[in-house]
């Protein structure tokens, strides 16, 4: 999955959107590749914030910390076994 600025012309593909794409979400070669007709989901600035804020409340970044914190924890159970 990767997000590509567009410098070709081209409609937002969100719902009732009616300004320019600026940026396009391409899923890439996986399974995913038929998803948004093929060609990727095309946003304009707008909706792309919007989503990128509506993601944003379902998923928290992790911390550095935590991440590390677990790394530890994962090999102490590996080294108790
Ligand atoms: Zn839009």
Do not use: Q, W
């Not at 300004?19 to 998803?35: D, P, Q």
């Not at 928290?60 to 590996?78: H, Q, T, Y």
């Amino acid at each position: 999955m990767e997000l590509i600025k567009l410098n070709v012309e081209s409609r937002c593909d969100m719902h009732l959107c009616r300004n320019r794409a600026e940026y396009r979400v391409a899923t890439g070669k996986g399974g995913l590749s038929a998803l948004f007709g093929g060609g990727g989901l095309y946003l304009c600035r707008d909706c792309l914030v919007k989503l990128y804020e509506a993601m944003g409340k379902e998923l928290v970044p992790k911390s550095p910390d935590n991440v590390i914190k677990k790394a530890i924890k994962r090999r102490e159970v590996n080294e108790n076994k």
